[in-house]
């Protein structure tokens, strides 16, 4: 009986409690967050890679995420009523709307297949440009209002194309992201992406294609790790930020400072600098230094720009503390060549940070080696 009456006198505080505050029990449950999960699907079979957006009055930011190999996605953490739109580049969808009813069920998303009439193929094959890793699996690759991902092999392909001009974006989670253009002309393609992993912000080296100074001085002068890179006056992207890692081909670790003509290197504290004049790590060491270092192409060390590089006090202060003069210097020779050979990168974090790396030795060159030292052991061997 005295159980009986203590709920009877909690219903009745609850109740007094809502209706002094104007709210009733429903509204309450409808803002408490919920969850559910999406299935994409044509009618027959389910769509993995589907991209998933939402959105809603009580959702402070759009939500993303996507659908894996069985179609599905759980969504977690939604409140009120909640829009829900897919994306997919072989497939139309139309937005659903959800509410807390729909919570802790399955919502199918039906989308038709697009029919593309093009006769060529476009295809993407996705690389890491680091050294030894595999292909960048599950990459997105959007192509106009086209859209896919990588498969294991980094490799995308698009049917239904016809002759013309593309443009293309390529992001995967850790990696900087990849735009270009393609042209498709009444044949299949395939398009080489490769990309750089994001580097961590104090462990970088920035290659730009422009000189380094403190400030801007249109396509002659930048300022090093400006926030947002730098465009000199044909509209080019003149910079390249890279991470710790073995790049054998400087072309396509720092493509855009090299498009624009190689001219300057900032390197953070706690950062190591390795270039060879070949790729693959071959042929000659052309430095090998620690940072903080700040080092312009010599091609221009008489040009009145840059009159003071070496002595001057950059402003602002951080910028002179971070690269004071006496880690400035002029390059021991032309830093256009440069681009021709690969690089290693390390920072103190890394164990092989102090370690020595010679240039590898080519296959051609071990071999002259073998036969040089047979004929010096054996000089009558005919």
Same mark, same amino acid.
């Given at each position: ?37 999406? %299935? ?6 389910? /769509? ?30 939604? $409140? ?8 997919? +580049? ?13 919570? !802790?069920?399955?919502?199918? /998303? ?93 462990? %970088? ?12 001085? !249109? ?49 953070? *504290?706690?950062? %190591? ?10 042929? *000659? ?5 620690? +940072? ?8 221009? *060390? ?9 002595? $001057? ?51 051609? *060159? ?17």
């Amino acid at each position: 009986m005295q159980k009986t009456k203590s709920l009877i006198i909690s219903i009745l505080l609850l109740t007094l409690i809502l209706g002094g505050c104007g709210s009733s029990i429903d509204e309450i449950l409808q803002n408490e967050s919920y969850q559910l999960t999406v %299935r994409t699907t044509d009618g027959n079979k389910t /769509i993995s890679d589907v991209q998933i957006s939402i959105s809603g009055n009580e959702i402070s930011s759009s939500l993303k995420g996507e659908t894996d190999i069985d179609g599905l996605l759980l969504l977690t953490d939604l $409140k009120g009523t909640v829009d829900i739109e897919a994306v997919h +580049g072989d497939y139309d969808f139309s937005a659903i709307q959800v509410t807390k009813s729909n919570a !802790n069920q399955t919502i199918d /998303i039906i989308g038709q297949e697009i029919t593309y009439h093009g006769d060529y193929n476009l295809t993407f094959q996705v690389n890491a440009v680091t050294e030894g890793q595999p292909p960048v699996a599950n990459a997105l690759v959007t192509v106009n209002e086209r859209t896919g991902n990588t498969d294991v092999n980094g490799t995308r392909i698009f049917a239904g194309f016809d002759s013309g001009n593309y443009d293309y974006t390529v992001s995967a989670t850790g990696y900087t992201q990849v735009s270009g253009t393609v042209e498709i002309l009444s044949i299949d393609k395939t398009v080489q992406i490769n990309m750089a992993p994001i580097p961590e912000e104090g462990n %970088r080296i920035h290659f730009s294609g422009i000189l380094f100074y403190d400030v801007i001085q !249109n396509s002659w002068t930048e300022i090093p790790y400006l926030a947002n890179g730098h465009y000199n006056e044909y509209g080019l992207n003149t910079d390249d930020f890279v991470g710790s890692g073995d790049y054998h081909s400087n072309s396509l670790a720092f493509p855009n400072a090299v498009a624009t003509t190689f001219d300057g290197i900032a390197i953070d *504290e706690g950062t %190591r600098l390795i270039i060879y004049s070949q790729e693959n790590f071959q042929g *000659e060491i052309i430095i090998d230094v620690y +940072g903080p270092k700040l080092i312009n192409n010599y091609l221009y *060390e008489g040009s009145f720009q840059v009159s003071d590089y070496l002595t $001057k006090t950059f402003s602002p202060p951080e910028l002179n503390e971070q690269f004071p003069p006496e880690t400035r210097s002029w390059s021991d020779s032309n830093m256009h060549n440069w681009s021709y050979g690969s690089l290693r990168i390390r920072t103190s974090s890394d164990p092989d940070y102090h370690d020595d790396f010679p240039p590898l030795v080519s296959t051609s *060159e071990q071999t002259a080696t073998i036969v040089s030292d047979s004929v010096q052991e054996n000089p009558a061997g005919f």
